[in-house]
């Protein structure tokens, strides 16, 4: 048995039919949603993890077979062993992770996929990089390339670095999808944690073109009155 085979198995072995049919429901796998024909083994994100941390050195082209797994937590697996040897990686380890990351975005299909590695792998090694490619990111035809652009923020808001954050959350404000309404309104509560009256500028000129969702995301750390006078729009 590959190793592929073995941690798939050991993630089946930690599910129940009752938490897959949960899964199923809450990740929005029906016709036509966003989530659209994942498959589960409804195990948990705690017992995902120690399943990576277990099988943490698994070479590249096993990656790409958990990577393209029809299963949701094996892939979610990948993206933890992924992250595990990027934090652990050096320079060039880290580059060779982050282009096998973006050559399989395809895989990282649905929100929690995204958000429990994109702002540590990707938003990290951006640090001390120019960010074009979260802008190119956020042109994509993909959702999850938007919602990685937007997410990958997270690492710099952690540095007290804010204006990638309103600049894409500027840029993808007329997204179509709730799913970006959402990402856009979380990093921007996140980017007002360091800086309220940033925030709250930001607010005052953009909330007429800003959804519902993601007004109240975003404003969710304010005063109850001056969400009340936020969420009024004049």
């Known amino acids: 048995m590959n190793i592929t085979d073995t941690i798939t198995n ?6 129940s039919a009752e938490k897959a049919a949960h899964l199923s429901y809450f990740f929005k ?3 036509g949603q ?4 994942d498959r589960f083994l409804g195990g948990t994100v705690p017992e995902t993890r120690r399943v990576a941390k277990a099988h943490a050195g698994v070479e590249k082209v096993d990656l790409q077979r958990l ?14 062993i992924l ?8 320079e060039p380890t880290r580059t060779k992770l982050v282009d096998f990351y973006l050559s399989n975005t395809q895989y990282i299909n649905n929100w929690d996929l995204v958000d429990l590695a994109a702002w540590e792998t990707i938003g990290t090694y951006l640090l001390d990089k120019p960010r074009d490619l979260l802008y190119r990111l956020a042109e994509s035809p993909l959702l999850w390339d938007n919602r990685i652009a937007m997410v990958s923020t997270y690492a710099f808001i952690r540095q007290g670095q804010l204006d990638d954050t309103y600049a894409l959350a500027e840029k993808m404000m007329g997204h179509k999808h709730d799913l970006m309404h959402k990402a856009i309104g979380w990093m921007l ?5 360091r800086d309220e009256p940033r925030l709250h500028e930001y607010i005052l000129h953009h909330r007429r073109e ?3 969702t993601m007004l ?3 404003i969710e750390k304010f005063s109850p009155q001056i969400r009340a006078q936020l969420m009024a729009r004049p």
């Open 10 to 15: 050991e993630l089946k072995a930690l599910g």
């Open 29 to 31: 796998t029906g016709k």
């Open 34 to 37: 966003y989530g659209e024909n």
């Open 67 to 80: 990577i393209q797994s029809e299963w949701h937590e094996v892939r979610l697996c990948a993206l933890f």
């Open 83 to 90: 992250t595990i040897q990027f934090n652990k990686g050096d």
């Open 189 to 193: 509560r996140e980017a007002g944690k």
């Open 210 to 212: 800003m959804s519902r």
């Open 216 to 218: 109240r995301y975003a």
